[in-house]
């Protein structure tokens, strides 16, 4: 288990667009791993993008209680609806706010064999999605609040 420090609010590093990864390799998968085990790790999380972690790679994962995705290269490819959700960072503790998803996205994406993979997500998986795929860019949720919540 290697656990890695995750990056806070004050961090460039967040600011910035992550690069693609073209090589799926022994490498990429013990990143992916290392986030995985730093996400479950932490109290409230549920996705990790590798910025977070301070690496300027296309990689997620996530685990909302159905089981746990490894995302490389994601990119939303479809969205349909909107829904009014409240979202918090690990990057931004103890900060809460409400803002405009889209109800159902659909993802494309490699998995961690390199295989082409295509994912629906809709409500809390839907948000977690954009949330963490919004990283990628160096967008923060933040960006988007409508309304705090503390």
Not at 56 to 79: E, F, H, S, Y
Not at 86 to 95: D, H
Not at 114 to 130: M, N, R, V, W
Request: proline residues 3%.
């Amino acid at each position: 288990m290697a656990l890695r420090q995750i990056r806070l609010f004050d961090d460039e590093i967040l600011r910035k667009k992550s690069k693609e990864v073209d090589l799926v390799d022994e490498k990429v998968r013990q990143i992916l791993n290392d986030m995985v085990d730093t996400m479950y790790n932490t109290k409230n999380g549920g996705g990790l993008a590798a910025p977070q972690v301070g690496i300027l790679k296309k990689l997620v994962v996530i685990d909302l209680g159905d089981g746990l995705i490894k995302l490389i290269n994601p990119k939303i490819i479809r969205q349909e609806g909107i829904q009014e959700v409240i979202e918090g960072c690990l990057s931004i503790p103890n900060k809460w706010g409400k803002l405009i998803r889209p109800a159902k996205v659909i993802v494309q994406a490699l998995n961690e064999n390199g295989e082409e993979i295509i994912l629906e997500g809709t409500g809390d998986l839907a948000k977690c999605l954009c949330h963490e795929i919004d990283h990628l860019e160096g967008i923060l949720f933040t960006d988007l609040v409508t309304e705090y919540i503390n």
